[in-house]
């Protein structure tokens, strides 16, 4: 069974660019959560789809958005990039009302914002 | 203060010895509690999780938990150099499904 899959890998942008990032769940997982790691921090949540719906969202700017599509892939959009944004980006999938011991994470994304 | 506080570390330990790990969080109604262990440039790995007061073992690992006084702990016993990695504390509070984690712990394992 494939695990939680993102694209692409790495990512290079310029600031005031739009970065978009990809997330594919685990086939039966409905929840989609995506979560921002910067360089020796721990993760900060950003954003939770579940069922096409933003259920939850963390403590950041307009500008990180994201969407749930139909096949429950996901995306997230960072507009009007800033060097600060460079980080690596996780994107986790668990069943719908599961405990956290069903989620798993993607490889993730290193955003880097030159 | 922040919701789940860890310590930085690095924790060094030697090899063959316990690896004691702690976590305090802020939100008295958080109901499940996660140990993620993370190797670098890797995405977090599950290694525990628990849900009700006291602890639980699995192999090398006891997580332990104490509702009262918010905290939760992670022992590695007979720590090997492959245990060397950052571990992250992780909370579900009562409301919403999210995870919320600590800053991590890095732990070096020395042989």
């Known amino acids: 069974e494939a695990g939680v899959t993102q694209s692409p890998t790495h990512l290079i942008k310029t600031r005031g660019q739009q970065a978009t990032l990809r997330c594919s769940p685990i086939?039966?997982?409905?929840?989609v959560y995506w979560y921002q790691q910067a360089l020796g921090l721990g993760l900060q949540f950003l954003l939770w789809y579940d069922e096409g719906e933003e259920r939850n969202r963390g403590n950041f700017p307009p500008r990180f958005s994201g969407r749930q599509f139909p096949n429950y892939s996901s995306e997230l959009n960072v507009n009007a990039l800033e060097l600060e944004d460079s980080a690596l980006y996780l994107c986790?999938?668990?069943?719908?009302?599961?405990?956290?011991?069903?989620?798993?994470f993607g490889s993730g994304t290193q955003l880097s914002v030159l | 203060q922040k919701e789940v506080e860890q310590n930085s570390g690095p924790l060094s330990v030697p090899e063959g010895a316990i690896a004691s790990l702690n976590c305090t969080y802020s939100?008295?109604?958080?109901?499940?509690f996660f140990w993620y262990r993370q190797y670098s440039g890797k995405s977090p790995e599950l290694i525990m999780f628990?849900?009700?007061?006291g602890d639980k073992e699995d192999g090398r690992f006891t997580a332990q938990l104490n509702k009262a006084s918010q905290y939760v702990s992670l022992l590695i016993r007979d720590s090997q150099p492959s245990d060397s990695a950052t571990y992250l504390c992780?909370?579900?509070?009562?409301?919403?499904?999210?995870?919320?984690f600590g800053g991590g712990t890095r732990v070096l394992v020395k042989p």
């Open positions: 939100d008295r109604g958080s109901q499940s």
């Open positions: 086939s039966g997982h409905t929840s």
């Open positions: 986790a999938s668990s069943p719908r009302g599961a405990r956290g011991e069903k989620l798993f």
């Open positions: 992780a909370v579900i509070k009562a409301a919403g499904n999210k995870l919320t």
């Open positions: 628990i849900y009700s007061n």
